[in-house]
């Protein structure tokens, strides 16, 4: 048993010390074994993502993430950066369902940026849907967004950068048009 623990130690400090030289692989390499010894390692499992993220293979990431978020469902910064992969990976509504469990640990999202992000990919993909299907996964994801403004300026004061722009303001409007 002590033998596992101190192994563990050392490939998780291996694994940063990959991380620091920017060698990803060997990075990835350490964080698996880290993942291997002890399954319910979030912070390797968190890791091992930050790692295949600077590789170039986000969706990998994005999975690897999720796993972490199982053995640490209350950690605010596995969240954020699930929130932030999300957003990159196109995945919007796993998104917004980031920013609601970030708020449900009462963390207040600062992060502008990124709601101007998520609100304008979705206004444009309500605007481009061409199909029923397209049409219904767009308004849910519209609905969606505005559920989680509502939310959002319940729980604090949005900025006046989200207040006065035009995202938020047409993600209210019926016409949709940008």
């Known amino acids: 048993m002590i033998e596992i623990s ?6 998780f400090n291996a694994g940063y010390c990959a991380w620091k ?15 291997s010894l002890e399954p319910e390692h979030f912070e390797a499992w968190n890791n091992l993502s930050a790692a295949y993220i600077k590789l170039g293979q986000k969706e990998r990431a994005r999975k690897i993430l999720l796993e972490a978020l199982k053995f640490n469902f209350e950690h605010p910064k596995v969240w954020e950066n699930y929130l932030l992969l999300c957003v990159d990976t196109v995945e ?3 998104a ?8 449900d640990l009462n963390k207040q999202q600062k992060d502008d940026q990124v709601l101007d992000i998520i609100a304008s990919n979705v206004l444009r ?7 029923e299907s397209s049409k219904a996964q767009a308004d849910s994801l519209k609905a969606e967004l ?3 403004f509502g939310r959002l300026s319940s729980v604090q004061t949005l900025s006046s950068k989200v207040r006065s722009s035009k995202v938020f303001f047409k993600i209210y409007r019926k016409d949709y048009q940008i």
């Open 6 to 11: 101190l192994q563990l130690g050392v490939w």
């Open 146 to 148: 505005i559920k989680l």
């Open 21 to 35: 030289l920017e060698h990803y692989a060997d990075a990835v390499t350490c964080y698996h074994r880290c993942v």
């Open 96 to 103: 917004i369902k980031a920013f609601h469990r970030l708020l």
């Open 92 to 94: 919007f509504d796993q």
């Open 125 to 131: 993909m309500v605007k481009e849907a061409s199909d």
